[in-house]
């Protein structure tokens, strides 16, 4: 089976990429599961109901997140409820939503996805490795195709998690820095792996924000208003093939697609 994980979705922008090259996408590698981390895609930074919406009305089966999820408050009103928005699972226990589920393809496969947050250089959540054996259990008993997004700031606890969960799941995908990485690869024991799948946006920026905002804040250390970019917009990923019934990565294909 075929799998699309699209990087950080960033603003309108990024939402624009993902509604127009999605379906594309979809006919050329003949897609059967979308991904998307989503944590900034309204505004830049946070996700709306609405905006949720309007990703699955463009071909995405299951959204992502991270440190961001809760800027926009509006998201409170549905991620209990709605089980194909994710946020981290190792936030403390009595947050709202959930971390980890079990989703089906269009064709009846059914494909786990975990959500989990690094601790190096951000917020001192639950361990994620720790949560993901346990996550990684549970979806287990129902799916042998399990894809994990870790959102984390540095590349050796992505990289770590990885090596710590191959054989175990079927996929992990970085999140977070908004920078593709190009160390796409196939672990011993049949797990894919990339540090950053990327973002989706802008790509005339700093990791999405107009290059003037960020420079001034560097330049003056004076607070700065980062606004989204608009310049050389992407869809930013990696597809991935995946043998559903013992769950192995046979590929991953890094995606830069120009909207």
């Known amino acids: 089976m075929k ?8 603003g309108n922008p990024g939402r624009e990429a993902v509604k127009k090259l999605v379906p594309e996408l979809t006919k050329e590698y003949g897609l059967d599961f979308v991904i998307a981390n989503a944590e900034n895609a309204a505004g ?5 109901p609405r905006v949720a919406l ?9 959204l992502t997140s991270g440190d961001h999820v809760w800027k926009k408050r509006e998201i409170l009103e549905i991620i209990d409820n709605d089980s194909r928005i994710l946020r981290p699972a190792n936030f403390p226990a009595g947050a709202p939503g959930r971390g980890a589920a079990v989703f089906s393809t269009r064709g009846g496969i059914k494909v786990g996805v975990i959500n989990l947050q690094g601790r190096v250089f951000m917020e001192p959540l639950e361990c994620p490795f720790k949560t993901a054996v346990k996550a990684t259990e549970e979806l287990g008993r129902e799916t042998k195709v399990i894809i994990v997004d870790i959102h984390a700031e540095a590349t050796s606890e992505k ?3 990885g090596w710590y969960l191959d054989g175990l799941v079927s996929v992990v ?6 920078v593709q990485t190009a160390d796409e690869r196939i672990l011993p024991k049949g797990s894919a792996c990339i540090t950053d799948v990327g973002m989706t ?10 290059t003037e905002d960020v420079l001034e804040r560097f330049l003056t250390a004076i607070p700065t ?6 310049g050389n917009i992407q869809l930013q990923g990696a597809v991935f093939d995946i043998d559903e019934n013992t769950g192995k990565a046979r590929s991953i294909a890094r995606i830069q697609k120009k909207l």
């Open 201 to 210: 946006g802008p790509q005339e920026s700093v990791i999405g924000r107009r």
């Open 173 to 178: 995908a970085g999140t977070h820095t908004h």
């Open 3 to 10: 799998i699309l994980f699209i990087g950080d979705i960033v």
């Open 54 to 62: 309007e990703l699955f009305d463009a071909g995405v089966d299951v």
């Open 44 to 48: 830049g930074s946070g996700i709306t």
């Open 225 to 230: 208003r980062f606004e989204v970019a608009d």
């Open 159 to 161: 990289i770590a998690l």
